[in-house]
């Protein structure tokens, strides 16, 4: 007589990687009716425990678990993350910094470039923006890493088609600089490099502009149009 034992399959989510187990021991005597295609390794052998898979309840859930989770991945989030939040703000307050504190930095910089030597009380400040610059850089790989994995929620308010690509667009080139500004930046200091430098100053003046029409538009957007995008970089709670 064989004994069946039906182990309880695991949540649908993870059906495709726990599919449902039945042990048959003991099979002398007889043999349990199952479809051939149930069974993993070919005709049981006689004298000994055979392990046998059925796909069929399986497969049906792994059907509907992945439909499940297309679903998910292709609805938007409803709001930021607190991490989110934290590195936006992060991120905006060492730019802030990096703006105000640059003169010691632009010393160094000149002197070096033609071979004086730098003022004392202007390594201080040049170290400084060099390590707040690479600050910059790790947060925002971390943010744009979460935006890939976790998403964002999408731009509300902004029904006109010109007014959405104009946020877009600025989303889009601060992010670029972002990554632009302090990856120049270094190659000009540690490689000595005056093309880098160039490309750094440039980079550092259009992000300036562009953060500024950013902050516009958020607050056009929070009084005007009376959207809750600021409203939701404000709110440190995690979705």
Request: aromatic share 8%; with cysteine; hydrophobic share 50%.
């Amino acid at each position: 007589m064989s004994v069946v034992i039906v182990m309880p399959s695991a949540p649908a989510q993870l059906t495709c990687f726990w599919p449902t187990v039945l042990t048959v021991r003991d099979r002398r005597r007889q043999d349990v009716a199952l479809p051939q295609s149930a069974r993993i390794g070919g005709p049981p052998m006689r004298g000994r425990p055979d392990l046998i898979l059925t796909d069929f309840a399986s497969r049906l859930r792994c059907k509907t678990s992945s439909s499940r989770s297309s679903t998910m991945a292709d609805s938007p989030v409803a709001s930021y993350s607190k991490t989110q939040i934290w590195l936006h703000w992060s991120i905006a307050a060492l730019i802030l910094v990096q703006f105000l504190a640059h003169d010691g930095m632009e010393h160094v910089w000149r002197s070096l470039r033609r071979g004086q030597e730098a003022a004392a009380g202007d390594w201080p400040l040049a170290y400084m923006h060099v390590v707040l610059g690479l600050a910059v850089l790790a947060l925002a790989t971390w943010r744009l890493w979460l935006r890939g994995t976790r998403g964002v929620p999408p731009v509300s308010g902004l029904e006109h088609p010109a007014l959405r690509l104009l946020a877009q667009a600025t989303h889009f080139a601060i992010y670029a600089l972002i990554f632009v500004v302090p990856i120049s930046g270094a190659a000009a200091w540690f490689l000595q490099l005056p093309g880098a430098g160039l490309v750094h100053v440039v980079g550092k003046n259009v992000l300036l502009y562009l953060v500024l029409l950013h902050i516009a538009g958020a607050l056009v957007q929070h009084f005007v149009l009376k959207t809750d995008v600021l409203r939701q970089m404000l709110a440190f709670r995690q979705a």
